[in-house]
């Protein structure tokens, strides 16, 4: 069974730049999370999906952030414009039973 | 609210020698239980996980843990750490209902040495 995929792995931008993330969760899966890892700290929930519709977007800066999961597979997470503290992994992940699932994760540099 | 507290930021233990990563846990309802290790440069991989049942939960690559509801406690231990084991250790609570986001610690960091 394939895991989750994450593109690109790695990104350096400048702030104010845009960045887009992409993420393929396992096939079946119906929830898909984004998580954000900043540099010594665990993973917070940035959106949560349950096929195509977000179930939780409360921690999600909708300023800058947006996402979207077309026909409840892929999904995509875009920062526009990018901020300094925006550095950071994003994590993908998708569930079932219970159990998530993680991508590998996409370390984004802003300079 | 939910918060999940990993007291030990950073443990450095020699090879061969046991090991326990402490995590406390608050959470209103039944929790579901998670251990997840992340090796630099790579993604969360599940450890072990408590839904119900035995308290004392095996897990991969030798490692178990104990839930202590009374203390609110799921306590990572492996009886011989090995080299290989040095990496990021994170413990992350969930609804017993499953797919919801998981609350995570700041994470310990293990370091082995010879």
């Known amino acids: 069974e394939a895991g989750v995929a994450q593109s690109p792995r790695y990104k350096i931008i400048e702030k104010r730049q845009s960045v887009a993330f992409w993420c393929n969760p396992i096939?079946?899966?119906?929830?898909l999370y984004w998580y954000q890892q900043i540099l010594g700290q665990g993973p917070k929930l940035l959106i949560q999906f349950q096929n195509n519709g977000v179930v939780d977007d409360s921690q999600l800066p909708k300023d800058r952030f947006s996402a979207e999961r077309l026909k409840g597979v892929d999904s995509t997470l875009k920062i526009q414009p990018a901020k300094l503290e925006d550095s950071a992994v994003y994590l993908c992940?998708?569930?079932?039973?219970?159990?998530?699932?993680f991508g590998p994760g996409t370390r984004l540099t802003v300079l | 609210a939910q918060s999940v507290t990993q007291p030990d930021i950073h443990i450095t233990v020699s090879e061969g020698a046991s090991l326990e990563l402490r995590c406390n846990y608050s959470y209103g309802a039944t929790p579901y239980l998670f251990w997840y290790v992340q090796s630099p440069g790579q993604g969360l991989q599940l450890l072990l996980k408590y839904f119900s049942g035995d308290t004392l939960v095996q897990g991969i690559k030798g490692f178990e843990a104990e839930f202590k509801r009374s203390q609110s406690s799921f306590n990572l231990r492996k009886p011989s750490v090995h080299w290989s084991d040095a990496a990021e250790y994170f413990c992350a609570v969930g609804e017993a209902s499953g797919n919801t986001p998981l609350v995570f610690g700041k994470g310990t960091r293990l370091s082995v040495i010879a």
């Open positions: 096939s079946g899966h119906a929830t």
């Open positions: 992940a998708s569930s079932a039973r219970g159990e998530q699932f």
